[in-house]
């Protein structure tokens, strides 16, 4: 049997990777997915020392406040470093570029999403939706002020008495305001078992992703060149026009 020349090439491009079960799309790489679990099990550290610290009842029943404390300080400052570990990956700088980017199709996305509509083409995202979008941003924001208010709190030598308080005032009501944020995630996740388990195992039905993310296109993720937009960002902007 004979082949054409480049056949071979072009069969291996569309035949899914043996770890790959047929009917599913890979959604996410081994580095993305350890970013997000190490962010995650540093964050929920951050919280659940922050509630022991700042909760009377919680502050009883677990004690040693010295040991939570350190917990707390350094569960805080070592938050960035998964993200910045990964940016050692190209697939999980794509991934930046994309959650960076706010096209047209967003905006149609949140206009839906606030008015409750959820029909065919209602809702039209990319490989990340608005809500994502605006989601990973104000998180980022949020880690960003913390570990800055927390390390003025932690060295008291660093800012005069005024800016200290400020900075705990701050400090607390954005721990609030995260913890709220972090339960509304965590429901959205537990709502939808095809996204957990993408995050989780990397692959997700190709039909839920045709139904969630219609303008992303799996089978041409990260085929363009280094720099500048992939063939994935390229499609989506074609589809979308912006």
Known sequence: MTSTPGSAARTAATTPPPSEAPGR???????????????????????????????????????????????????????????????????????????????????RWLRA????????????AGKFNAGQKLYAAWIAGAV?????????????????LVWRNGATFVHDWLALAIGVVLIGHIRKAFAD?????????????????????PLWDPDRDGQGATGGRTGADKCEKGRTGT
């Open 25 to 107: 799309v890979r959604r996410f790489g081994r580095a993305e997915r350890l970013v997000h679990r190490a962010t995650a099990v540093l964050m929920l550290l951050c919280v659940a020392t922050a509630a022991c610290l700042y909760v009377p009842a919680l502050a009883g029943l677990v004690g040693r406040r010295h040991l939570v404390v350190t917990l707390h300080q350094w569960s805080g400052l070592l938050l960035p470093v998964p993200f910045l570990l990964g940016l050692a990956s190209r697939p999980f700088r794509k991934d930046l570029r994309r959650l960076n980017r706010f096209g047209q199709h967003d905006r």
């Open 113 to 124: 999403a606030l008015r409750r509509r959820h029909g065919p083409g209602e809702r039209p």
């Open 144 to 160: 960003l002020v913390m570990l800055g208010t927390g390390l003025l709190m932690w060295f008291t030598g660093l800012a005069p």
């Open 193 to 213: 078992p095809e996204a957990r388990r993408g995050m989780r195992h990397g692959t997700v039905e190709r039909s839920w992703a045709r139904r969630e993310h």
